[in-house]
């Protein structure tokens, strides 16, 4: 089993950017296709980007795809979703998850695909 922890969130004004960063225990992450998802109040998660084990491979919400990119280094177990041009709309907690994959280049969007999540952390768009 994988432990993940996320970081990075907090407010920020429309316009600016946040790093988050999830770190990995228990586990190389190198097994692992990475996915991050967020949610909001009163709406369902959904998928914001997903990496494949080595890193080739990359899914986006069309929607996010301009503004947002993941990345993972397997060597210190951590992965990254930069967000820039950060919309108040963007507003929600956003957790990390993982899930154990033989398919180098398998990077699933779906959230009932992973079976390893961290706790998520907030982040506050402010107009």
């Known amino acids: 089993q994988v432990q993940l922890v996320e970081s990075g969130g907090g407010l920020v004004q429309a316009g600016g950017s946040l790093r988050l960063s999830c770190a990995a225990s228990?586990?190389?992450?190198?097994?692992?296709?990475m996915g991050w998802f967020r949610q909001s109040p009163g709406k369902e998660r959904e998928s914001v980007a997903a990496?494949?084990?080595?890193?080739?491979?990359?899914y986006y919400a069309d929607s996010l795809k301009d503004r947002f990119t993941i990345s993972r280094d397997n060597a210190k177990n951590t992965v990254a979703l930069q967000m820039n041009n950060l919309k108040p709309e963007d507003t929600a907690v956003y957790y990390c998850a993982a899930e154990g994959v033989r398919d180098f280049l398998f990077a699933p969007p779906y959230s009932y695909t992973y079976s390893n999540w961290g706790q998520g952390t907030q982040v506050t768009v402010s107009s």
């Open positions: 228990g586990r190389t992450l190198s097994l692992y296709a």
């Open positions: 990496i494949s084990r080595n890193g080739e491979r990359t």
